[in-house]
């Protein structure tokens, strides 16, 4: 369970994971008449929404110099691109192991790749709704500050967390079937308590520390910085965060490794 055996395994199973990413990806569309076009209609539908009803009927404004109708509901896409990617990945993690029995008892199968598939599944659908929020952002100001190209370097981190509780929360799964209901609610309050629909100024004093405990809102708060303003990433500020990251990561595998031995006896 060692952390370099660790990273040596997942590069050794590197194409398998690539693979089931790539099938997970291709299987969410097969069927449909768009096809692969949905990975990009999909986020494109969203902000056209976010922009109608924020934008258009309620006239929300973010407090930026210079604000736009589309502005409003671009910061929020933002967010909920940043909270989108650990809520579909945290979401699955519960079933990931119970829903595959198969791979448990008949198969000789790496489990720990699983969370990883899941991951990659919801980031290659951050990228799309990146890309398109950075285009768009570029036609409406006319242009887009290079900053937003450290934008996943603070994906980075928030990756390593969201696959650390995800492989908790497989493994726990297991053995506490309820553990599912709770992650679902879990999910829709951080959608909540994180700084989406308002900025974490507009929360009182005595209520930012909660916001600030929230491991969304330093990943929320520096893209929108590097969108909006063109701010470099708080270089001491992302050191502790991918510290944290690397513990959480490896403390949510090794749980992982330490309790998949009775995974057969259960299922």
Same mark, same amino acid.
């Given at each position: 369970?060692?952390?370099?055996?660790?990273?040596?395994?997942?590069?050794?199973?590197?194409?398998?994971?690539?693979?089931?990413?790539?099938?997970?990806?291709?299987?969410?569309?097969?069927?449909?008449?768009?096809?692969?076009?949905?990975?990009? &209609?999909?986020?494109?539908?969203?902000?056209?929404?976010?922009?109608?009803?924020?934008?258009?009927?309620?006239?929300?404004?973010?407090?930026?110099?210079?604000?736009?109708?589309?502005?409003?509901?671009? #910061?929020?896409?933002?967010?909920?691109? %940043?909270?989108?990617?650990?809520?579909?990945?945290?979401?699955?993690?519960?079933?990931?192991?119970?829903?595959?029995?198969?791979?448990?008892?008949?198969?000789?199968? /790496? &489990?720990? #790749? !699983?969370?990883?598939?899941?991951?990659?599944?919801?980031?290659?659908?951050?990228?799309?709704?990146?890309?398109?929020?950075?285009?768009?952002?570029?036609?409406?100001?006319?242009?887009?500050?290079?900053?937003?190209?450290?934008? /996943?370097?603070?994906?980075?981190?928030?990756?390593?967390?969201?696959? =650390? %509780?995800?492989?908790?929360?497989?493994?726990?799964?297991?053995?506490?079937?309820?553990?599912?209901?709770?992650?679902?609610?879990?999910?829709? =309050?951080?959608?909540?308590?994180?700084?989406?629909?308002?900025?974490?100024?507009?929360?009182?004093?005595?209520?930012?520390?909660?916001?600030?405990?929230?491991?969304?809102?330093?990943?929320?708060?520096?893209?929108?910085?590097?969108?909006?303003?063109?701010?470099?990433?708080?270089?001491?500020?992302? !050191?502790?965060?991918?510290?944290?990251?690397?513990? %959480?990561?490896?403390?949510?595998?090794?749980?992982?490794?330490?309790?998949?031995?009775?995974?057969?006896? %259960?299922?």
């Amino acid at each position: 369970m060692s952390p370099i055996a660790a990273v040596k395994e997942f590069i050794k199973d590197r194409e398998l994971i690539a693979q089931l990413i790539w099938s997970e990806v291709v299987g969410r569309y097969r069927g449909s008449f768009a096809g692969f076009l949905w990975s990009f &209609l999909n986020p494109l539908f969203s902000l056209a929404m976010y922009t109608f009803v924020f934008g258009v009927v309620f006239k929300a404004r973010w407090g930026l110099s210079a604000e736009n109708t589309f502005d409003f509901s671009m #910061v929020l896409f933002t967010g909920l691109i %940043v909270h989108g990617l650990v809520s579909e990945t945290i979401n699955r993690a519960p079933y990931l192991i119970l829903s595959n029995p198969s791979y448990v008892k008949q198969v000789v199968f /790496p &489990l720990e #790749v !699983l969370p990883v598939v899941a991951l990659g599944s919801g980031l290659f659908h951050t990228v799309i709704s990146f890309l398109l929020l950075i285009v768009i952002w570029s036609i409406a100001h006319g242009s887009i500050a290079l900053a937003v190209a450290f934008i /996943p370097l603070l994906i980075l981190p928030l990756s390593l967390i969201t696959v =650390g %509780v995800s492989w908790f929360i497989a493994a726990a799964t297991v053995y506490f079937r309820d553990l599912g209901q709770l992650v679902t609610f879990i999910s829709s =309050g951080l959608l909540f308590f994180s700084p989406i629909f308002y900025p974490v100024s507009s929360v009182p004093e005595s209520f930012q520390i909660f916001l600030e405990l929230n491991p969304l809102t330093y990943i929320i708060e520096q893209v929108r910085a590097t969108l909006i303003s063109g701010q470099l990433p708080e270089l001491k500020g992302y !050191l502790l965060y991918f510290l944290v990251s690397i513990i %959480v990561a490896w403390t949510g595998y090794a749980w992982f490794q330490k309790t998949r031995a009775g995974f057969a006896d %259960v299922i």
